[in-house]
């Protein structure tokens, strides 16, 4: 039976109304789809929620109604019918609240959807507030823990079978596909998102595109994969493999010493992050512990990027450990530590975990093998 971590909605949207008086607004009209599925349980798309000092109302169309009944036993929801527009009816919801001041998601709604809103609400008056909600999502309750140790789970299996039956003759396309039907085969919804499998030089590229890149012809295979599991939450990971063994660089001393080296400064940055990680410690210091020491080591041009971002219903979301974070962790926060190292005309190493800060410190959710010596591949 799939766990239900939106049991405690009901208390989610409570939480969110005691900020209307706040924000000097009667409601808030939330737009995100993985805001809504927070506040609501429903996993679909394309519907508003309106969030009152009264009541709450769902707008959808019809291809969810029976959806929404079986996700979202008794909220209110106002079905589109096909002669209408969404936005009519979301009019329809704020009306029904009778609500004057409107919150609404700045960076979700669009200025086209906001410009017909305030034409078909012209009593209304509006506040473009952000990320109401995402601030709420950033401190998982401890059933969403268990929903994101479900996904790491799910993506470490589909990779350790991977690991254990890649062979010379593959393609990066090859791989990330077959990972993506093991994550499947182990439960998984889908991959969380478009998996990253580079070879050799592709691996200077954070976000390289799999392609038919044949996996023999290089000395290393990173792969940054995670799995999305049936109740919408995410796992994020990042591994690098030592496949000397099998390609065409096989016996170069001096092309292993340097993927040693490198990976050993990436996995030092990583510890030194994970252990500044406590309550109270600010994002941007957590970023700094692991950026400064890729730089002592020379090698700070070639970290270009955040050290992390949180994880949960959207594979990117707050908090977001980078230069500038005030962010103020607290136990419950769950997010990547992704230090990584990239050289044009070598390749790259990123070693990526996923955190859960605790009232003391910090948990590795993630168990697979962070050693190069346990990544050799055959």
Partial sequence: MTMNPHIHANARRDRLRA?????GVDAYLISGVANVTYLTGFKGEAS??????NKDVLVSDARFTEQIKNECPGLEAIIRP???KTLDMVAEAIRSNKALSIGFECQVVTVSDFESLKEILPECSWLATRERVETQRMVKEPIEIEAIRAAIKMAQDAFTSLSKSLSSSQTEKNVADELERLMRSMGAQCAAF????AAGLNAALPHAI???HCIGNESLLLVDWGASSPSGYKSDLTRVLDTHNFSKTKGQAESKDKLRKIYSVVQMAQKA?????KPGVKALDVDRAARQLIAEAGYGEYFGHGLGHGIGLQIHEAPWLRPGSETVLEPGMVF???????LPGWGGVRI???ILVTSSGAEYLTGITRELDDNIIA
């Fill in 194 to 197: 478009p998996i990253i499998v």
């Fill in 352 to 354: 990526e975990d996923n």
């Fill in 82 to 84: 096909a002669t209408k």
């Fill in 19 to 23: 900020r209307l008086a706040q924000d």
């Fill in 48 to 53: 508003h929620l309106v969030v009152s000092k």
């Fill in 273 to 277: 992050a994970f252990d500044s990680i």
């Fill in 336 to 342: 990547t530590l992704e230090p990584g190292i990239y």
């Fill in 210 to 212: 799999p392609s038919q």
